[in-house]
């Protein structure tokens, strides 16, 4: 009865207390439409923080000083045939040719007494490219741009001793001093000396390892993401495997490092710091994530889409492979994506099977040690010369280069799988 | 008239776990005509319609009892194979469902993944026709790779009606195929209807009445989970024999 | 039976029996009164009965009218159907008995006797029963009872019978009183008219017949047909 006997007065919408309410309203839209520009605001301040620190740190370390020296090849004293370096016996020719003391004196002769302790201790080397490339220099004088000595290097980057600053100075006004792309980065592998160092053997390491965290994540991952979606029966074994996937996903990395060790090299008895190690031990990490999203993505795709399918006589597998696994291919690569990117970041679990020791040459098969970017700048970082201080901040610019060209090729694969709807 | 039968169901029960959405409903489908399923929601006309070709088979709680028979064989036993039962018995449903690729891709999947065409130009002719039949080869045919999901409603259901067709099926199952369209496009498929007639066995569930009256000849009176009638289209909306049914069309009903 | 989901839909079935109801009510009175009239030779009263015929046909036309927007905005099925249907055609024969009653009235003026006439006693008989005829089809068709509408045929019988007998009785008054063959024979037509009017009401039962029940009835049902 007290139903009926509510009366309803007319609703005032233009009076004060209405007002108030609408002025209090968009208030609250404004605070909130603040807060979130803030947040995002934040948000890219901190990355732009770190981009500008790291290119700040990193950018010199893609240049190198160079010392223009003359080399007097005739009088160098070099034991070389021109006529061998024609031939395939070039570079035994060249290596018994003793170019390592004579650059060593052209440098004496040219700069004094401690010449040669202004060139790089590989500037032999490119001494020696140089005479490869063009035999004709051996009957004449000329002058070889070749890496100057680490010493100068930092100094000429203004970070110095005095000592070495004033021969820079020196140096400088004789014209000598030149500052060239250091393309040896990229090509040559680890080294001990920082003007020699390249981050090529890391980068071929750290691919080697991708692409088989790759080859084993993704196939394993999208099948079992299939399989648990659409063939599995609702029953109590299968929540228990998918609650099993969804903490193996949360588990701390450097647990896969001791499964791996455990596992790839004391019981398998497998290569130790072998990339194919690294990429089985990535790939265990990395497939969990792959299946849970590759899960949502499925369970995304509308049962309407199933059952037109089934309805035209597509059998189960058809269905999955004509219709819902195109469908749920953007999201499968998204999470791909996410896997595939901390993997590549992923330090702890390398370390611990032995992915951290020192490697001066690239690895050439799967099974050769080898290192990956973010482990070689862990052990640059280590370092107490101060030309790795630079160096690793430039390894690190290479490696967020190389993520993102990873991520711009999966984006770009999403995208062209991507279907309008 | 004879009566051809094409498929005829007795003492059907179907199952969700417990709960029982069917029983005992035996009835024949005529291979010349159009039947209607008609009933108030809930009452299991659909799921009925499901069990023709087994689409009840995804749902994991369902479980069927009874004779169900096409053409003499029984769809239920262990030596049919399902995905060919889907292609003899063909499926539209109430919300337009083509694929999202182009529209002839919708229509020459059946017959590809079945092997009905011989050769690429087979395969065409085969879209054309289908798409001609549907009534839709005039509207489309400029554009057949265009996606199939720009199309309008109505031309979405009846790209969903050529695709059923392409497979050359004997029977085609309607689950309100007009329930999402306007009026025009729902005559449009009527029409269709009516020039399918003879050469597929339809079965048509719809909520609509009016809608069975014009389009079929026959008309089966679902209530929870029973047939209550079934017979003549012109007696049951003129003369029905059943109180229930005659209070379900006459609006009586509640 | 029960009511409609939708309630609107009942009220126009109720309108349209209670239209159904009236025009019965004035064509059953026409009857009664053009006979009264004649009998007492009043001449005011077969001018009114006359006039208000047009009563009859401006309810036939509500009828129709009604009958037509029914089937276009319910959509009638089965036995709702089938009640427009046959209100329809019920509407057309009862206007048509409101014009034989017309009719009589306008032969009023005609007969001059003065109670001369012997057969004319007998008329109010033969009026009352196929007034009640009339008066009972339209109950059977209000009450929705085949039954009844069986029973309205039978009876009709009676009203056939009345009319072979006073046809004999006016042709033999006329063959000895052939002074009085003009007035008689307007008789004659009278009671043609009465013997009609049974027979519409014949029709009528088979219409609430098969409003009523889905079928026609069938031959036997309806008696013998009237030998004239």
Not at chain 1, 30 to 51: E, N, P, W
Not at chain 1, 237 to 256: G, H, K, M, Y
Not at chain 2, 197 to 206: D, F, N
């Amino acid at each position: 009865m007290n139903k009926a006997q509510i009366h309803r007065i007319p609703t005032d919408w233009r009076g004060a207390a209405m007002q108030r309410r609408i002025r209090g309203r968009y208030a609250a839209e404004r605070r909130f439409r603040l807060l979130g520009l803030a947040a995002v605001v934040l948000s890219a301040g901190f990355l732009v923080f770190l981009l500008s620190t790291m290119l700040a740190n990193g950018l010199g370390g893609f240049t190198r000083t160079e010392i223009r020296l003359p080399v007097d090849f005739p009088r160098a004293g070099l034991t070389l045939d021109p006529a061998r370096l024609a031939g395939p016996g070039a570079d035994l020719a060249l290596a018994g040719a003793g170019i390592e003391g004579a650059t060593d004196g052209a440098a004496t002769a040219a700069f004094g007494k401690d010449g040669d302790k202004l060139i790089s201790d590989g500037a032999w080397l490119a001494v020696r490219a140089a005479v490869k490339a063009d035999p004709a220099l051996l009957r004449r004088r000329a002058t070889i741009a070749v890496p100057a000595a680490d010493a100068i290097d930092i100094a000429a980057k203004g970070h110095g001793s005095p000592a070495a600053e004033a021969t820079v100075a020196r140096l400088k006004a004789a014209g000598v001093l030149t500052t060239g792309f250091n393309l040896s980065f990229l090509s040559e592998a680890d080294s001990t000396d920082p003007t020699m160092v390249g981050i090529w053997g890391a980068l071929k390491g750290s691919i080697f390892t991708m692409i088989v965290t790759l080859l084993l994540a993704f196939p394993i991952g999208v099948l079992s993401a299939l399989y648990l979606e659409e063939y599995a029966p609702r029953n109590r074994w299968t929540d228990l495997i998918e609650v099993s996937i969804n903490n193996l996903a949360a588990v701390p990395s450097i647990i896969f490092g001791l499964l791996g060790l455990a596992v790839f090299l004391n019981t398998f008895h497998l290569p130790r710091s072998a990339s194919i190690v690294g990429g089985l031990t990535l790939a265990l990490m990395t497939m969990p994530v792959i299946v849970i999203a590759g899960r949502n993505a499925i369970k995304a795709v509308p049962p309407s889409i199933r059952d037109a399918a089934l309805a035209v006589g597509a059998s189960p597998v058809q269905v999955v492979f004509h219709h819902v696994l195109p469908l749920a291919l953007p999201g499968i690569l998204t999470g791909t994506i996410i896997g595939m990117a901390r993997a590549l970041g992923e330090t702890a679990p390398l370390l611990m099977i032995g992915m951290r020791a020192f490697i001066a040459s690239p690895p050439e098969r799967l099974t050769d040690p080898a290192t990956v970017l973010p482990v070689q700048i862990f052990l640059w970082s280590d370092q107490v010369n101060r030309g790795f201080v630079e160096k690793t901040s430039t390894a690190i610019i290479v490696l967020l280069v190389f993520l993102l060209a990873m991520n711009g090729v999966a984006i770009y694969l999403r995208n062209r799988f991507e279907t309008r709807w | 008239m004879t009566q051809h039968l094409k498929m005829t169901a007795h003492n059907v029960n179907v199952f969700y776990g417990k709960k029982q959405a069917i029983s005992d409903v035996s009835i024949d489908i005529d291979q010349d005509l159009v039947t209607a399923f008609i009933g108030p929601s809930g009452c299991g006309k659909s799921t009925f319609l499901r069990t023709l070709n087994r689409m009840n088979d995804t749902v994991a709680s369902a479980k069927v009892t009874g004779d169900i028979r096409l053409d003499g064989e029984d769809i239920y036993a262990p030596e049919m194979d399902v995905v060919q039962l889907r292609a003899r018995v063909g499926m539209v449903f109430q919300k337009p469902n083509p694929f999202p690729k182009s529209i002839f891709e919708n229509v020459a999947y059946g017959p590809r993944i079945h092997g009905l065409a011989s050769s690429k130009s087979h395969l065409a002719g085969i879209v054309e026709q289908s798409l001609k039949r549907a009534g839709l080869w005039e509207e489309v045919k400029d554009r057949l790779q265009d996606s199939g999901t720009a199309l309008s409603g109505g031309q979405q259901q009846r790209l969903c009606i050529a695709r059923a067709i392409a497979v050359d099926p004997e029977v085609i199952l309607m689950d309100e195929p007009c329930s999402a369209l306007d009026p025009i496009a729902t005559a449009k498929i009527e029409e269709l209807i009516h020039e399918l007639k003879g050469r597929y066995a339809i079965v048509i569930v719809t909520h609509n009445m009016q809608q069975a009256a014009r389009v079929s000849q026959r008309t089966a009176f679902f209530h929870l989970g029973t047939l209550i009638e079934y017979g003549a289209t012109s007696d049951i909306f003129t003369n029905p024999r059943e109180e229930r049914t005659r209070d379900y069309i006459t609006g009586r009903y509640g | 039976m029960s009511e409609h989901t939708v309630k609107a839909f009942d009220e126009d079935i109720g309108e349209l029996r209670g239209l159904i109801a009236q025009m019965g009510g004035l064509a059953e009175q026409a009857i009664g009164a053009a006979i009264e009239a004649l009998q007492r030779h009043d001449l005011e009263a077969a001018a009114r009965i006359v006039a208000e015929d047009k009563k009859i046909d401006a309810l036939e036309m509500q009828v129709e009218q009604l009958a037509v927007r029914i089937i276009a905005l319910r959509a009638p099925m089965a036995v709702d159907l089938r009640e427009v249907v046959a209100a329809l055609k019920i509407a057309g024969v009862v206007e048509r008995i409101g014009d034989y009653a017309k009719n009589i009235a306008k032969r009023v003026p005609l007969i001059d006797s003065h109670g001369e006439i012997e057969p004319l006693s007998v008329l109010p008989a033969m009026a009352a029963l196929a007034a009640e005829l009339v008066h009972d089809v339209l109950d059977a068709f209000a009450a929705r009872d085949a039954e009844a509408a069986l029973l309205v045929c039978e009876r009709d019988k009676a009203v056939d019978d009345f009319y072979n007998s006073l046809f004999r009785v006016l042709v033999t008054h006329m063959m000895e009183n052939p002074k009085t063959i003009g007035q008689v024979a307007h008789l004659l037509f009278i009671a043609k008219n009465l013997e009609r009017v049974g027979d519409h009401a014949t029709n009528v039962a088979e219409m609430v017949y098969y409003a009523a029940t889905g079928t026609h009835m069938t031959e036997r049902d309806r008696g013998a047909l009237a030998t004239s």
